[in-house]
């Protein structure tokens, strides 16, 4: 995130306040108390202005200011790439960051670089599966979360006149959403065809 605001309490607020709070002095009650709720307040109020302010920096910025923007997040302009691409690229790198690992991240990876609504189905695979146990109610099963991972089947529409770099949405897919399988498709006209 672009980090442009920050606050100083000393310099910014205590400084600006009135006299008679400042006679008190730094080891007042009333320092204390108007520093605790200034704190409280600044740090959420400072992240969202430097949120806001970098979503507005990246929609209007030119193409030299993009790829500092993009180097920050390990993003390079690929030859030929459009500015607006590359501002694409940015922009999911950002919100992937804010995603935990779920069918949410992927199906946000595709509405933001493909710009199209993702069918995504989600199987669970379980290898090396121990039964603890039969009761009337059921037989439990416990296993190790090293063998538990999901299977993502993934149906797009028709992409086929669209320039996507399905390469680079795979490997985002894996390196967002480790240790799991995704299995791509398209909705072409002659049937599925698998990335």
Known sequence: ??????LNFDDQVWRNIRITFRKTGSTSIWYRFIKSLVTYFSGTLIDISNYVYSQI????????????????????????????TFRKRIQLKRRLLSLPPSTALIKSIFSIYCDCDAVITKTKLMTN?????????????I???????????VLLPDLT????????????????????????????????WQW
């Open 129 to 141: 599966v121990f039964t603890i146990g039969v009761t009337p109610i059921g037989v439990g099963k």
């Open 161 to 192: 006149g669209q320039e996507i770099d399905r390469d680079y949405i795979k490997k985002v897919i894996d390196e967002f959403n480790p240790n799991n399988e995704a299995f791509i498709y398209e909705n072409r006209p002659l049937g599925l």
């Open 1 to 6: 995130m672009l980090n442009r605001y920050s």
């Open 143 to 153: 296993v190790s979360s090293n063998y538990l991972r999901f299977s993502y089947s």
């Open 57 to 84: 920096f990246l929609e209007h910025c030119n193409y030299a200011s993009l790829k500092k923007a993009g180097r920050g997040y390990r993003l390079y302009p690929k030859p030929g790439e459009t500015v607006e």
